[in-house]
T-cell receptor, first 116, second 112 residues
Framework: DTGVSQNPRHKITKRGQNVTFRCDPISEHNRLYWYRQTLGQGPEFLTYFQNEAQLEKSRLLSDRFSAERPKGSFSTLEIQRTEQGDSAMYLC??????????????FGEGSWLTVV | DAKTTQPNSMESNEEEPVHLPCNHSTISGTDYIHWYRQLPSQGPEYVIHGLTSNVNNRMASLAIAEDRKSSTLILHRATLRDAAVYYCILSGSGTSYGKLTFGQGTILTVHP
């Protein structure tokens, strides 16, 4: 069990560029979540997947954001035409859920984005 | 989403027990109670979670009030490494499970 892995850990990009973050969940975890955290605030839910299906998206996820989980394993979060307000830590989490809820949700170390 | 209320900050001395309170008066019957902690520039670390019964693990204990409108995270012997922001969070079950709404949390300071 290597935990939830996120890459890259840090990304500095110019405004208007596109960036992509990758998340590798814990093996065999069927649920994968993305959160965003800005300085001084708690994490905010963005979206989540059950296997390859994206089941819910927050209103925080503007049309410049897209998340995928093509084979139900790793996931990518892409931000197009980045803005300075996108500067934040992007967190990925995963859990194993079946007919009943209640399993532990594990977070990764996060990917820091700085838009200059 | 049901919300939680936590003190902004608490202080403790090393090797003493710490009781971190959380109020969740609007909790529903299927809401889980989760506790995470976070250090600066790191992702949230899982501490403990439960539904109705008290829970114990190697890190902490979770005491849930009988009416479930409050809970307490108990660190049995605080260490300097326990200094962090502690979040008490509710989530629903089923498709809502894992959709965690973090508040401001409690900043725990541990004195040597």
């Amino acid at each position: 069990d290597t935990g939830v892995s996120q890459n890259p850990r840090h990304k500095i990009t110019k405004r208007g560029q596109n960036v992509t973050f990758r998340c590798d969940p814990i093996s065999e975890h069927n649920r994968l979540y993305w959160y965003r955290q800005t300085l001084g605030q708690g994490p905010e839910f963005l979206t989540y997947f059950q296997n390859e299906a994206q089941l819910e998206k927050s209103r925080l996820l503007s049309d410049r954001f897209s998340a995928e989980r093509p084979k139900g394993s790793f996931s990518t979060l892409e931000i197009q035409r980045t803005e300075q307000g996108d500067s934040a830590m992007y967190l990925c989490a995963s859990s194993s859920e079946g007919q009943y809820s209640g399993n532990t949700i594990y977070f990764g170390e996060g990917s820091w984005l700085t838009v200059v | 989403d049901a919300k939680t209320t936590q003190p902004n900050s608490m202080e403790s001395n090393e090797e003493e027990p710490v009781h971190l309170p959380c109020n969740h008066s609007t909790i529903s019957g299927t809401d889980y109670i989760h506790w995470y902690r976070q250090l600066p520039s790191q992702g949230p670390e899982y501490v403990i979670h439960g539904l109705t019964s008290n829970v114990n693990n190697r890190m902490a204990s979770l005491a849930i009030a009988e009416d479930r409108k409050s809970s307490t995270l108990i660190l049995h012997r605080a260490t300097l490494r326990d200094a962090a922001v502690y979040y008490c969070i509710l989530s629903g079950s089923g498709t809502s499970y894992g959709k965690l709404t973090f508040g401001q949390g409690t900043i725990l300071t541990v004195h040597p």
